[in-house]
């Protein structure tokens, strides 16, 4: 494989860690349809933060001291076998299978994004190039992944053919497996070396990352959580046995806008200013404008296109933030600081079940409606430091 082909592989990779990542999501109705209560569901579910949190402020530093290559191998290998573990289908086995799939999915964010972005460089790309590529493909992963497992369950079903809980997780499998395979040949970028002394998080006392990246990295994974987690909630009773279904398509189109949006947040990228970071949160704010007004009129379709918003302003999110962070970063500290940010971003997730007990005291239109007036705030303090604290370019 040439230097410039080599990210491609890195990329598979986490694309593969993305695909393990979102498959348990649109399997979450039939989960509770096969008997599972709604609280063993959510717990199943956030067995996967467990492992993905710490992994994200971990395995960064674990990469800078043994090298990109062997870190990557074992999160794919985690993520195989993770899905092993799901399709086994017991309480516990799925408990461990979600568990595992974090630290799979915190390894592809924190270290495979990184190492694409490696080497891509080396291949010939601009860096910005390489930081799109990582956040393309992870994104990429989440979107297929949940968008394949609902549609494969859902027609295994519909057929009446056996395994329809099972297969999507030997899919993935195999697919991991393959992934797998093509990292054996990869170079490394990242020479091993011995305790450094440098302070492996200097990077988040920098201004720009507390005033500008702060702001905005919850945001990043709460839009995705407002969109296929609230909306599909808001409109259930309109959607007879079509649930399933509906909730795959928000997830594939939220993903998908995501994916698509991206080419675009490298091009309103500067150097001089936060430009992007702003854009993604004025486009947040109006996602989550619209995700009140579906929460108003209760359609299906208003909610599909608040979701789609919002994956737009999460693409261009992610990006802005990778960018910002990559020119505030030293090279020794660049995988443990996109730790430090993708764990910012999964604070996100906990959105839903906030809004859940807070929906005890208001409805859900006057949260969300609140929720779009917290994102202008954030706004605000962003614009304000745009253009302060700017890194010295290398």
């Given amino acids: 494989m040439t230097d410039r082909n080599a990210w491609r592989a890195a990329a598979a990779a986490v694309f593969a860690c993305g695909w393990g990542g979102n498959q ?14 709604i ?23 674990l990469s800078e001291r043994y090298g ?38 915190a390894v592809a ?25 990582g956040a393309l493909w992870l994104t990429l992963g989440f979107g297929l992944g949940a968008g394949v497992a609902g549609v494969l369950a859902q027609t295994l079903i519909s057929l009446g053919a056996p395994f329809p809980m099972e297969l999507p997780y030997v899919l993935h499998a195999v697919l991991a497996a393959a992934a797998l ?20 998080f200097a990077g988040t006392r920098h201004p720009r990352f507390r005033r500008v990246i702060t702001p905005m990295a919850p945001w990043i994974f709460g839009s995705a959580g407002v969109a296929y987690a609230i909306m599909p909630q808001l409109v259930g009773d309109r959607l007879g046995t079509w649930g399933l279904a509906y909730s795959t398509l928000l997830t594939v189109c939220t993903l998908g806008a995501g994916a698509l949006v991206q080419p675009l947040a490298k091009r309103l990228d ?8 702003v854009v993604s ?30 994956g737009a302003a999460y693409g261009i999110a992610v990006v802005s933030g990778l960018l910002e962070l990559q020119r505030l970063a030293r090279p020794d500290e660049l995988a443990a600081l996109t730790g430090v940010y993708y764990a910012l971003a999964y604070v996100g997730f906990l959105l839903p079940s906030i809004l859940a007990v807070l929906s005890g005291v ?17 706004t605000v303090v962003i614009l304000r430091h745009s253009r302060r604290h700017l890194p010295i370019p290398a």
């Fill in 24 to 37: 348990f999501t649109p399997l979450l109705v039939m989960y509770r349809e096969s008997g599972l209560s």
């Fill in 39 to 61: 609280l063993t569901v959510d717990a199943l579910l956030g067995a996967y933060v467990v492992g993905l949190v710490p992994g994200l402020l971990t395995v960064g530093a």
């Fill in 68 to 105: 990109r290559r062997p870190v990557m191998l074992a999160g794919t290998a985690a993520s195989l076998v993770a899905s092993v573990f799901l399709a086994f289908g017991s309480v516990g086995w799925i408990a461990a299978g979600r568990f595992v799939t974090g630290v799979g999915v």
């Fill in 109 to 133: 964010m924190a270290v495979g994004s990184t190492w694409v972005t490696e080497l891509s460089v080396r291949g010939g790309a601009e860096r910005a190039t390489g930081t799109r590529r």
């Fill in 181 to 200: 395979l093509a990292l054996v040949r990869l170079p490394e970028t990242r020479v091993a070396a011995a305790a450094r002394t440098t302070r492996r």
């Fill in 270 to 277: 500067r150097t001089t200013s936060a430009r992007g970071v």
């Fill in 281 to 310: 949160m004025v486009v947040m704010s109006a996602g989550l404008a619209v995700s009140a007004v579906a929460a108003v009129v209760r359609s299906p379709a208003v909610a599909l296109v608040a979701a789609v918003v919002l």
């Fill in 362 to 378: 208001a409805s859900y239109p006057v949260l969300l409606g609140c929720l779009v007036l917290v994102a202008l705030g954030g």
